[in-house]
């Protein structure tokens, strides 16, 4: 085990400006090797950010499922209970006006609340996001591939 830094002029496992080699590795590889390496450490984040994707869509439609089957067949309930209180409205009316004038009267009444309900939901779907934490793991992968492609570069040039 190497001693921590101490902030003195040499990082541990650097002598001057190279590499100490340890247990039996070369200070130094050649860039086909740096290149495969790369790539198949890019083929495994690819991998990894799908298999996190994945994961992440798994799990929401695990938690909706069951409850968007309920909200369903409740609509559906809900729905021939307003129909049929639409129906007890405009006969209602009919007590006090014409038939056809309550009729009209509830369906612009609800035409108006239907608008405006509309209306509220989209503006509500406007605030909607995707997927957080796979757009920051991708951001992150794609630092991490910079900086990993551009100290390849150096060590072939040896500027390492």
């Known amino acids: 085990m190497q001693p921590p830094y101490d902030g003195g002029s040499e990082l541990p496992g650097f002598q001057g400006s190279r590499p100490r080699s340890t247990a039996g590795q070369e200070p130094s590889r050649p860039i086909k090797e740096l290149v495969s390496e790369f790539l198949e450490q890019g083929r495994r984040l690819v991998r990894a950010e799908v298999t996190l994707a994945r994961a992440e869509v798994k799990d929401e439609l ?3 499922s069951a409850g ?3 909200a369903a067949g409740g609509g559906v309930v ?3 209970g307003a129909i049929t209180f639409v129906a007890f409205l405009v006969i209602a009316l009919a007590y006090a006006m014409p038939l056809w004038l309550s009729a009209l009267l509830v369906a612009v009444l609800l035409l108006a609340g239907g608008a405006g309900l509309t209306w509220l939901g989209l503006e509500r779907l ?3 996001h995707g997927p957080t934490k796979t757009i920051q793991t991708l951001k992150e992968d794609g630092q991490w591939a910079s900086r990993t492609m551009h ?3 150096s060590q072939r040039h040896g500027h390492a």
């Open 151 to 153: 100290s390849m570069k």
């Open 68 to 70: 968007a089957g309920l």
């Open 62 to 64: 695990k938690k909706t």
């Open 78 to 80: 809900v729905l021939l």
């Open 126 to 128: 406007k605030t909607v």
